[in-house]
């Protein structure tokens, strides 16, 4: 792989990591309840569910979600699933701040987050079809395929755990705005309604579009 082709995938992978999306939202949500420090559990998670999704495209399984209308609508639907039961989830949560939570209240919390996050990215189908297609563009098929995914897929994570660090960051700027209970009932439900949002968005996404 040459430098210019890695670089244009760091390009492309960066495009993706900024646009807004299901990902962006949990870790701003992770932000505003955490704060930095408290996020990364979830940040990881969100990565531990892209390199399974690089894994899944690797083995062919890409393939045949972009071409199978019965795997695209099943991981569709499960991905909508999920995303409507956090926005739900979220909107009915308990107004309640990270400092309100004793330590083993904290470190339960992470390895939600941890899970919560991973099955985000995994669920979601457009991702699949997306990096199975992005992936062949930028693979040299003469040289071994394995190293080259594990370059694109560690050059991929690295990007978006550094972009995702920026949107927690922001988010944990804006903590101090939801200090009272009102306040964070209200982000718990704009953060809500983003979530089942996204999910209304994937719900309608089609194969090929």
């Known amino acids: 792989m040459s430098l210019s082709v890695w670089i244009t995938f760091f390009v492309a992978t960066l495009l993706l990591s900024l ?10 949500s992770n932000g505003l309840k955490h704060g930095l420090r408290g996020s990364i559990a979830g940040i990881v998670g969100l990565q531990l569910g892209f390199l ?3 894994a899944i495209v690797g083995i062919g399984l890409g393939a045949l979600v972009a071409t199978s209308v019965v795997a695209f609508t099943l991981i569709k639907w499960v991905g909508v699933g999920y995303l409507v039961y956090l926005g739900v989830r979220k909107w009915r949560e308990k107004p309640a701040l990270d400092w309100q939570a004793g330590g083993d209240m904290r470190k339960q919390d992470s390895l939600k987050q941890l899970w919560t ?3 985000v990215n995994l669920t979601n189908p457009k ?6 297609a992005l992936f062949p563009q930028f693979l040299d098929l003469s040289q071994p395929l ?5 370059i694109l897929g560690a ?3 690295s990007v978006d755990f550094v972009v995702m660090v920026g949107f927690a960051s922001l988010a944990s700027r804006l903590r101090p705005f939801f200090a009272d209970s009102a306040r964070v ?6 953060l809500g309604s983003f979530f089942i949002g996204a ?11």
């Not at 646009?19 to 701003?28: D, I, L, Q, S, Y």
């Open 127 to 132: 991702s699949i079809i997306f990096l199975g």
């Open 19 to 28: 646009t807004p999306g299901p990902g962006a939202v949990n870790t701003m």
């Open 155 to 157: 050059t991929m994570v």
């Open 185 to 190: 009932k209200m982000q718990n439900r704009v």
């Open 117 to 119: 996050a991973f099955f």
């Open 199 to 209: 999910g209304s968005l994937l719900a309608v996404a089609r194969m090929g579009h």
């Open 52 to 54: 399974a999704v690089v």
């Open 146 to 150: 394995l190293a080259q995914y594990l």
